[in-house]
């Protein structure tokens, strides 16, 4: 199995043959079912570290001093030290090295390479550092600062590996084409398909419909609501082809005598029915509706809890689902009903419309408070910025929402493009419902029991393990950046986010921090050809500015207006690891003076979270 610590890759590099002799695509004699294998390939992360030793610096040398007085002595040490090599370099004041090296922290380096910290050696220019954890072959494929993947493999950083590109990204494992992640840790399942068609009547007050996967594993994926109706027809239907490869999908469907109940279709399919591939020129994903359990063919999106990247967000969006659940089971009312699944990680919202220019979203927005309230909570820290739940881009949000304040590369770089992918490939409507899906669902949290909080003024501090006695552990510390001193700032990376962990929605992204009222330009350099799109996205998924196949060099130039301090980044959709870079300027709205509100993020150490909860 997988490892996620760095420093066993290479006893795990040793031992890759022997593990890999034993595995076969036969199943096991204990396996359950004949469907269910152990999948062939190498799992291992690149685990060859290429850095080179460095050679010892040189002692000085001094002239013979035997017929000098002692303070001679000492006086002429000082005055006539050299070094062995007079052309090279020196380092302290007792050492140097040679013609054509560097000093490093712990040796000498040659100039044609870097100084590699922690006094490992030296690494060559042309290496892939990611972001200075590491030192491996160029075209190594970084997988954040943890490890890397030999190029022409995808990071699974859930799993702690590498996996070939074409192969479906599992919890613990890496499946091949035509099977699907297995309930069994490290296991794969092939598919079948089967075929049966039945039709009932009935007439009830209420419903309840799921719609699951069933494979010859047994394990089921369940999304279920209770809605109440006059009157309803209820019909499950199960297609079926006969393929080679024994695959079987199951889905359970209602209509109603409403024009909104959906059917199954082809286009009905969740995440887990059918994963998206990513094509092998980079294309921004197509649209993924589910046919719910509510009766209603709904676009989902939907977030992973990926350690040191989304974990905090994921948190916080259970948090806001637990606060919601809390207050409509106390009577509260709010802007709406919320159809919630706590345990499923499931809530129903109905879009506002683009948050931009948009009267109702800015009310929204302002009822909550956001502004200020983590620099307010926390008032020595940097690296946090308000989330709240519901987002105020649905019409659910506003004053009874949950606000937690989490690191703002969470924040802007995952829920800001995954929202603009759902608004822009679903063409989504003012009014119209979207599905917001927590993968794993929030069953594996303990939430504080309290009372229903009733409106925006209550605020709670909690310890995230301590107090609440939850075994799950946030990520820290948390990597971010500096405070810009002026009207100035730029910044660069090269890590490729892969937020859904199937390839499908492929992106490298740099925070821009909250951004106050202003006139932004932005310099930016996305080389390479595998840029399909380049945008100054907000955590709304609303975007300031946006460049279809850009050049090599774009000038990005947008204002904000709306006086929220809303949190954003700049976003280059690729399924390359490119180095994204910018320079720019920012200078207040309307009066040519410079401000200095866009903040960028320092390097924290999240052990705390600030919490205005759904319940208190």
Sequence with gaps: MFTTKAHHYLLLLLTTHTTLASQTNHPDPTDPDPDIFQPHYDPSPLADLTFNHTSLPEPFTNPSLDSLSALDILLNRRQQQKCPDPGGPICSATQCCRTGQQCCPRGCCSLEENCYPAGKGCCPKNAQTCGGSMCVQPGSVCCGTAFACKPGRVCNVQAGGCCPTDWRLCPTTCCPPGSTCARQSGYCSRLSW????????????????STYLSTATSSRKLTSIVTSVSQITSRSTEISTIKSTRTSIRTSTSTSTSTDACKATSNANSRELQGRQAPDHPKITSCVRVCHSSGQNLPVVEFHNIPGQTDQLFRSMCEGMNGWLRRQQSGIEGPGPIHTDLDLGEDIFTYG??????PEKVQRRKEVKCRKFCKTMFPGSVGLECDEYPPAMFTEGGGLATKVCVPKEQNSKFQGPQLSDLVRECDLKKGEKVLIRLKGGCKQFSFTPRQARRDSEDTDFILDSEETGDSHELSGPVQARDVPEGP????????????????????????????????YELDAKIPGKSVVRAEVVNLYGDSYVAVDNPSSSERLVFDVTDNLTISASLVAYTNEKVELSFSGTISKANEGQVIRSAILPTVVFVTCVALLLGLV
């Design 353 to 358: 419309g683009p948050t931009m220019n948009n």
């Design 194 to 209: 089967s075929t049966t068609q039945r039709t009932s009547t009935i007439r009830s007050t209420s419903t309840r419909v």
């Design 488 to 519: 100035n700032f730029g910044d660069s990376t090269s890590e490729l986010l892969d937020p859904y962990q199937d390839g499908s929605l492929t992106y490298v992204a740099i925070p821009l921090g909250e951004l106050a009222d202003g006139h």
